[in-house]
């Protein structure tokens, strides 16, 4: 009986480490701590550009080289009509 209770009493010992343990790393911000992840927040500016930029590589896939044409204008910005023809063939 003797090694019984010890063997008991060796597993709280062991139960209360762990405790600590997982209390520790929820502190330091590990999987199981409480609270939500931050999400990545993009701007409005920059949504709208993604979209654009989608449109025209749809535009391309399907042939429409005119919306493809005129989404890219709006993404590239700097570039001239003939660059942006050029990037639509690649």
């Known amino acids: 009986m003797d090694i019984l209770s010890t063997l008991k009493s060796e597993a709280s010992k062991l139960q209360k ?29 920059a949504r709208a550009k993604m979209s654009r930029a989608q449109k025209a590589r749809w535009a391309k896939v399907r042939g429409n080289y005119l919306a493809g044409e005129e989404a890219l204008s709006n993404v590239q910005g700097n570039a001239s009509q003939s660059q942006e023809r050029k990037m639509l063939e690649i």
């Open 17 to 45: 480490q762990l405790n600590s343990i997982n209390s520790a790393i929820g502190v330091l911000g590990g999987k199981n701590s409480v609270g939500r992840p931050r999400k990545r927040r993009v701007s409005a500016s």
